[in-house]
């Protein structure tokens, strides 16, 4: 098992609207220096509805899948 590899207290992030459905979502994304996705937000233009909810849920789930996927990747590389 690798050990956790902090973001710096400034990093790159990128910041985006889309609409899915007729709603409207922000993106933020958060980068390592080498350009690696650290952190994903998403949030809904209705805070605390079930929309909402489940854009942040789907957006933590990511996060565990994108890591899974990084570390598999790693594996198979080294």
Known sequence: ????????N???AETF???VGGLRYV?????FADGMIGELFLSNH?????AD????DAAACRRCITT??????ARATH
């Open 27 to 31: 993106c933020t994304v958060g980068r």
């Open 10 to 12: 400034r990093r790159h």
């Open 53 to 56: 909810t489940n854009a942040r």
């Open 1 to 8: 098992m690798t050990a956790r590899k902090r973001l710096p």
């Open 46 to 50: 209705k805070s605390n509805s079930t």
């Open 17 to 19: 609207e889309l609409t």
């Open 68 to 73: 899974a996927l990084v570390k598999i990747h």
